[in-house]
């Protein structure tokens, strides 16, 4: 490497915007020197660092140089090998420590760095992780479901929800102590033992379209639940597959294609349109038959169209047949929000007249929560949008639920109602404080059987046996 060295003079006048003179005779001052660095020996390395400036300071280390031991840093004095007279010396520390000494420290510190000491868990209070094992020839259907809490991410979070969902199953008025202005009828222990909590399920019509809508017949016909919330279709996907089925497809199928062929997507499952088509042959003579009874009886809401095409359907494999017959109330504010608002619009074309009242509805549905007192109320919500707030929003009548189970995956970073997280219904007295609700970010599909299977199902099969 060839370097240039010019003195200050030099540079001072190179950086001037003025002409350099043409000539070092001419200035009187010193011609820009060439050095050459002298030919490094074969052992020697090369100096790599560059060129230093006049008047800065000298490099603190050189390429050249080895670089300094753990000890160096420590403050240990170093002695050459060549010089330990035999290794009996080692290199020694300004402390007198020697060097492995000095190493030995030094590994100490970072290892309590690392290894920070742990503070004890409390076994009653953190569960040690561990799975179903399937060496256990008995384990079952029981055990795999009693494994989900101790297995981690979000088969604890549905442990955590069968747990909720007992709880509202367990409880009874005759658990609280009576409060002093009840009256002699509420002291009576039968009554108090009778007194449950009032369930509120929840959920959107997609479920319905899947086989989740057998799991919710379950529930009604064996009058599981109080109160349901759904969309508009969830009320007619219920009553179209009464009359036609729907098919499994694939989610990659081409909706242009399936277009050309009347088949409607809904995630994977098909719907041909001529289920459409039996749909409306089937309610439009009920609409008709509604009109005229508008006329001497009060006007129609929601709920009580739902539970008429309930009654009307008379099939056992429909969830809302089974509200009919248990006096389920089924809400649906946005009762025109689907295939229903279609068939009522063109029923309107043709025969103006009929009149659904939303208001009388809401009325209900908030006076389900505000009246339950003695009761305790739980919503179970699958799914999110309208079902999910509408159940919510009624329990804010009465400080909130006393306990809330959510099964969806949608996301709270975009401030949606649907991927609300529990604690944020509880800001809003939505769900009490007191309160230990469970959101399992999973698919309900999934989800939700294995939980009615540990709880719902399982009391079932236990009173079956019993009587």
Same mark, same amino acid.
């Given at each position: 490497a060839v370097k240039l060295y010019r003195p200050a003079g030099i540079r001072r006048r190179l950086s001037s915007?003025?002409? *350099?003179?043409?000539s070092p005779q001419n200035t009187g001052r010193t011609p820009l020197q060439v050095r050459r660095p002298p030919t490094p020996s074969p052992t =020697? /390395?090369?100096d790599l660092s560059p060129p230093r400036r006049a008047g800065s300071p000298p490099p603190l280390t050189s390429f050249a140089s080895p670089l300094p031991s753990a000890a160096m840093l420590l403050g240990a004095k170093v002695v050459p090998r060549d010089k330990q007279g035999g290794g009996e010396e080692e290199e020694m520390g300004c402390d007198g420590m020697r060097a492995s000494e000095v190493v030995s420290k030094e590994m100490e510190g970072v290892r309590a760095i690392v290894l920070k000491p742990s503070e004890s868990l409390d076994e009653s209070r953190f569960t040690k992780i561990a799975g179903a094992d399937f060496n256990d020839a008995g384990l079952? $259907?029981?055990?795999? $479901?009693? =494994? $989900?809490a101790s297995t981690?991410?979000? *088969? =604890?979070? $549905?442990?955590d929800a069968i747990d909720?969902?007992?709880q509202m199953l367990d409880w009874s008025l005759s658990h609280e102590k009576p409060s002093e202005d009840c009256d002699e009828a509420e002291l009576d222990p039968k009554y108090r033992e009778s007194v449950r909590c009032k369930i509120f399920l929840g959920f959107t019509s997609n479920l319905v379209s899947s086989g989740i809508r057998d799991v919710i017949r379950f529930l009604a016909q064996h009058h599981m639940v109080d109160v349901i919330v759904t969309t508009a279709g969830g009320i007619e996907e219920d009553l179209i597959k009464c009359l036609a089925p729907t098919y499994r497809g694939e989610f990659s199928l081409p909706g242009a294609l399936l277009r050309s062929k009347g088949l409607n997507r809904i995630g994977n499952l098909l719907v041909p349109n001529d289920n459409y088509c039996k749909f409306e042959n089937w309610i439009?003579?009920?609409?008709d038959q509604m009109l005229q009874e508008q006329s001497t009886e009060n006007v129609w809401t929601p709920s009580k169209v739902i539970a008429r095409l309930g009654k009307e359907i008379n099939d056992e494999s429909s969830y809302l047949y089974w509200a009919y017959k248990n006096n389920i109330p089924v809400y649906c504010p946005a009762l025109t929000d689907g295939s229903l608002g279609d068939m009522l619009f063109c029923h309107a074309v043709r025969n103006p007249g009929l009149i659904i009242d939303i208001?009388?509805?809401? /009325?209900?549905i908030n006076g389900e929560a505000i009246h339950a007192s003695p009761r305790k109320t739980g919503a179970i919500i699958l799914g999110g949008g309208l079902p999910k707030h509408h159940i919510c929003n *009624?329990?804010?009548? /009465?400080?909130? *639920?006393?306990?809330?189970?959510?099964?969806?995956?949608?996301?709270?970073?975009?401030? =949606?109602?649907s991927g609300a997280h529990p604690d944020e219904a509880v800001s809003w007295g939505k769900i009490k404080g007191s309160a230990k609700p469970v959101k399992v970010h999973c698919d309900a599909t999934i989800a939700f059987p294995l939980l009615v299977a540990a709880t719902f199902a399982r009391r079932s099969r236990s009173a079956n046996s019993t009587n």
């Open positions: 915007p003025s002409t *350099a003179p043409s =020697s /390395r090369p079952g $259907l029981d055990g795999l $479901l009693g =494994s $989900l981690g991410f979000q *088969a =604890s979070n $549905l442990g909720v969902v007992n439009m003579p009920l609409f208001v009388q509805d809401i /009325r209900l *009624a329990n804010m009548f /009465r400080n909130g *639920a006393d306990y809330a189970v959510y099964i969806n995956t949608a996301q709270e970073f975009d401030g =949606s109602d």
